[in-house]
């Protein structure tokens, strides 16, 4: 079974930083590319980074470029954010998603709540 | 970036009828489109990929229709587990730029 659980959510100060992990468990982490997406509260879903297996293909989208960081330990079966330089706009639930035949959202952790307030 | 309406954004339907959603794109994204359902507190669950293929364990009463820019969602017998939100995600664009639809509020009527 897939599973994926995200942590690291919590609150921050405007300016702050956050570290979101999401452990993998169930399959071949390497063999898959892994993307962030989240919700604002109340709001649709916006895709947020992507990262290949491998992890030498990173994108992100324009909302987060300069100030959030994918990476990947593919060792330790485990994917990341960094979130730097937070704003208010960035509160929201943060899920990890696998890849699943093509479709970069197959599988979906539960998510962690970021809450960014002053 | 390719963005994607859906309607209605509510829509109310009775149980054991038939809901039929709409998702529609800017420009073409091919067969690479899904749907998703979301119930409050959980996260979104894949029901369609590629336009018309269903996600392993989804109900035969999902089905995908359509391609380029025009998609459809049917629920063929409403049970009452399938009042939720559902949103369409095209996945066409490379370098990836994954947009999704606002979302379908389907209630029961």
């Known amino acids: 079974e897939v599973l994926l659980m995200e942590s690291g959510g919590g609150s921050a100060q405007p300016g702050g930083s956050l570290r979101l992990s999401c452990a993998a468990s169930?399959?071949?982490?390497?063999?898959?590319?892994m993307n962030w997406v989240r919700q604002a509260p109340g709001k649709g879903l916006e895709w947020v980074a992507y990262?290949?297996?491998?992890?030498?293909?990173?994108h992100y989208a324009d909302s987060v470029k300069g100030r959030f960081t994918i990476s990947r330990d593919n060792a330790k079966n485990s994917l990341y954010l960094q979130m730097n330089s937070l704003r208010a706009e960035d509160t929201g639930v943060y899920f990890c998603?696998?890849?699943?035949?093509?479709?970069?959202?197959?599988?979906w952790g539960q998510g962690t709540l970021v809450t960014v307030s002053s | 970036e390719i963005v994607l309406t859906q309607s209605p954004a509510t829509l109310s339907v009775s149980p054991g009828e038939r809901a039929t959603l709409s998702c529609r794109a800017s420009q073409s994204v091919g067969s690479n489109l899904a749907w998703y359902q979301q119930k409050p507190g959980q996260a979104p669950r894949l029901l369609i990929y590629g336009a018309s293929t269903g996600a392993t364990g989804i109900p035969a009463r999902f089905s995908g229709s359509g391609s380029g820019t025009e998609f459809t969602l049917t629920i063929s017998s409403l049970q009452s587990e399938d009042f939720a939100l559902y949103y369409c995600q095209q996945y066409n664009t490379w370098p990836p730029m994954y947009t999704f639809g606002q979302g379908t509020k389907l209630e029961i009527k």
């Open positions: 169930g399959f071949k982490f390497n063999s898959y590319e």
């Open positions: 990262i290949s297996s491998t992890g030498n293909t990173i």
């Open positions: 998603a696998r890849e699943y035949a093509r479709n970069p959202f197959g599988f």
